[in-house]
């Protein structure tokens, strides 16, 4: 069973415009999240992460929001740049135990000029 | 800086053979882990090691071993490679509670 989930596989969004990424999770206990970044033939590298006791955490282009009650999050990316085409991971835990992340699937990014 | 570096990068192997992937990592960090990635799967981690000394088992550990050999180095073996072991595995450290960093992966694939 998925416990984080990324129903869409790929995206495709226009340069300057914004792109909006999502991930669902069905455990409650889950209270840190994080958003990974893979470029092919490389590791996935860390982008932003959010705490359960906050709703929106931002850098730069990037923020995060979160919806508790929804068990929802969103990774939105504000003005959406070519360099910014990839895989985008979201992963959870509990207890903030970075050791044991569970990753949804991922989301393929296209931005087209 | 280096940081996360995986041996080798790609390898083929026969069912039933064995192999050792290395990991190193230079940024002093005491949580070491091993994740594979297949399609449509995401990423799984298979062991982990909170510290030098010890490991754990993570979601998939089944068909694997692990050496936190100290704490720069966490190996990964295979004993008897099968094609469902197919797959691109990642090495990832990490401070307590803080965002793991990834090496580039090996591409493993088992005919």
């Known amino acids: 069973d998925q416990q984080v989930k990324q129903n869409s596989p790929s995206l495709s969004v226009q340069e300057g415009r914004i792109s909006i990424l999502n991930c669902d999770y069905t455990?409650?206990?889950?209270?840190?999240f994080l958003w990974y970044k893979k470029y092919p033939a490389e590791g996935p590298t860390f982008l932003i992460s959010i705490s359960s006791i906050k709703d929106k955490n931002e850098d730069g282009r990037f923020t995060v929001f979160l919806n508790k009650s929804a068990k929802h999050l969103s990774l939105h990316i504000v003005p959406s740049q070519p360099g910014d085409s990839a895989v985008y991971f979201c992963a959870a835990t509990e207890s903030y135990n970075t050791d044991k992340l569970i990753f949804g699937t991922g989301t393929r990014l296209q931005v087209f000029p | 800086n280096a940081g996360v570096t995986q041996t080798p990068k790609f390898q083929v192997l026969k069912t039933g053979q064995s192999m050792t992937l290395q990991c190193a990592q230079d940024m002093n960090h005491n949580s070491m882990y091993w994740y594979r990635q297949d399609p449509g799967m995401g990423l799984r981690l298979i062991y982990y090691?909170?510290?030098?000394?010890?490991?754990d088992k993570g979601e998939v550990p089944n068909g694997y071993n692990v050496s936190r050999l100290n704490k720069r180095e966490f190996s990964l073996r295979l004993e008897s490679a099968a094609p469902s072991q197919t797959s691109v595995y990642f090495c990832a450290s990490s401070e307590r509670n803080t965002e793991a960093f990834f090496g580039q992966g090996t591409r493993l694939t088992v005919v």
């Open positions: 455990n409650s206990m889950f209270d840190y």
């Open positions: 090691s909170a510290s030098e000394g010890t490991t």
